[in-house]
């Protein structure tokens, strides 16, 4: 049976330090509203690029590579979590288990070497 | 500590709770204090290294300079734009500064003086610190401005692309250490190097681990040469180009956290956290936290160094840097350390 019990301070933790970074945000702005800084205006509302009014919506397009190095992530975190397990059984599992490890690297290896070849990791 | 508490009169939950709020006070009270203090440490140090000053006229040496920005940020306004999503605006700070904080939660200050001792540590560090990405990229996603948006793109894909490597890293670690627990890998490497010298560091397998993962961390807190999040020529401020006052604030306060947090891995997983350098019995005289701060000051010297003196990474470099160099040598120490773990200890 795990011991859950050393889990409740982090959440204790949790309750805190959201209740110190909610306050940090919304009481400088109560206290701008008593001070009278709170002074919002049109133009002083509107969002900053550079001087100019924006010309086209921000969220229009973006490089398609920063899809292609989130997806690469998932596949290289994916693999660090099943490295994790065996990395503290090392022990246990012996050379069988050093042997199998080597595989599925080898099986990555050979499709980082893939990917490398297409050029996703290019950022040209 | 809920002994004390206890000899107050309480029953057992009471104390147990109140000892642990004061722990969490503990804890993320001076955390601030010293991010307050070391942003000014840092300009002190850019100041020196550029034959100047630095800040020197509020308070004796200037050292009241961080509490008196603090004040400025907090009387100003804050500023919603008009354009962006209000609530995301406001809730992207708050949670990038509660990441920040709950971090700590893990990190062993002396033996046995953790708040939350769990036995997988090291990955409860590496889940926290990737919800950091989320903070940012919200913040350019709400703020519905173009130079937010595109530094808030580049952060996230500059944060995940070093997680990779470090999480390889820390595998090579906990290989050697064979756990995850914070205090049992401090404890592993007491007398790791010829019975004398405390930490990983020392050992020639790991020693380029900790070179990368040195520069790898540089690069997850995107400070310099990898701040490219924050190219003033390019992006303006980056993703908090459209905050102000407090919020504006708790990114720097939130990065700081995470430089600081960043510096205490180093000093915890290769430098034998709040062990002595040396396993010389004068040494342990000196209590374990102040070894432990001592090394995290030593590695913020070096952050603070790095930024002062090495000129900025192109995206591109970076990139390469992260995909083409730390991973592949990461995954192939894994393989190394891995197999000589087999042959020296397991085989």
């Not at chain 1, 490890?101 to 290019?122: C, N, P, Q, S, T």
């Not at chain 2, 997680?163 to 007491?190: H, K, P, T």
């Not at chain 2, 905050?243 to 504006?248: E, G, N, V």
């Not at chain 2, 034998?272 to 995290?296: R, S």
Request: aromatic letters at 18%.
């Amino acid at each position: 049976m795990v011991d859950l019990s050393q889990y409740l301070p982090i959440l204790i933790f949790l309750g805190i330090a959201l209740g110190i970074s909610v306050l940090f945000v919304f009481l400088p702005m109560g206290v701008s509203r008593l001070t009278g800084a709170h002074n919002p205006t049109a133009e002083k509302l509107s969002e900053y690029e550079c001087g100019f009014p924006a010309f086209e919506d921000s969220r229009s397009q973006f490089d398609v590579r920063f899809y292609l190095v989130a997806i690469l992530f998932i596949i290289f975190d994916l693999e660090a979590a099943f490295l994790f397990p065996w990395a503290v059984s090392l022990d246990m599992t012996g050379w069988p288990g050093w042997i199998t490890m080597m595989v599925f690297l080898g099986e990555l290896g050979i499709g980082l070497a893939y990917a490398w070849k297409k050029g996703a990791l290019e950022w040209e | 500590m809920s002994e004390t508490f206890q000899t107050w009169g309480l029953t057992y939950e009471w104390a147990w709770f109140l000892a642990t709020v004061a722990g969490i006070l503990l804890i993320a009270l001076p955390l601030m204090l010293a991010v307050a203090m070391i942003i000014y440490a840092d300009r002190k140090i850019w100041a020196a290294m550029a034959l100047r000053k630095g800040p020197n006229v509020v308070g004796p040496f200037g050292l009241l300079q961080s509490f008196a920005d603090g004040l400025k940020v907090f009387l100003q306004e804050t500023i919603v734009p008009s354009a962006a999503n209000k609530g995301l605006f406001l809730i992207a700070p708050i949670i990038t500064f509660t990441v920040a904080l709950l971090a700590w939660a893990v990190i062993p200050f002396n033996s046995g003086a953790v708040l939350a001792d769990i036995n997988v540590g090291l990955l409860y560090v590496l889940a926290i610190s990737s919800l950091g990405v989320y903070g940012v990229v919200i913040a350019g996603w709400a703020s519905n401005s173009k130079y937010p948006f595109f530094s808030a793109m580049r952060a996230a894909a500059q944060m995940i692309s070093y997680e990779v490597s470090i999480g390889f890293i820390l595998i090579c670690v906990v290989l050697y250490a064979n756990s995850f627990n914070m205090n049992a890998i401090v404890e592993a490497q007491r007398g790791h190097g010829l019975g004398l010298v405390n930490g990983y560091w020392f050992n020639l397998l790991l020693f380029p681990l900790w070179v990368m993962f040195l520069i790898s961390s540089l690069a997850e807190t995107a400070r310099a040469p990898f701040d490219l999040t924050e190219a003033e020529s390019e992006l303006v401020a980056g993703y908090q180009t459209e905050y102000s006052s407090m919020a504006f604030a708790l990114y720097w306060l939130g990065e700081y956290a995470n430089v600081l947090l960043m510096c205490a891995l180093n000093a915890v997983l290769f430098f034998g956290g709040w062990l002595p350098p040396l396993e010389l019995e004068i040494l342990y005289w000196v209590p374990g936290w102040l070894w432990l701060f001592a090394k995290i000051f030593f590695f913020f010297f070096i952050f603070s160094w790095v930024k002062a003196t090495v000129p900025r990474y192109r995206y591109d470099q970076l990139m390469r840097l992260g995909w083409k160099v730390f991973l592949p040598l990461s995954l192939m120490f894994v393989v190394l350390v891995s197999g000589w773990l087999m042959f020296t200890r397991y085989g």
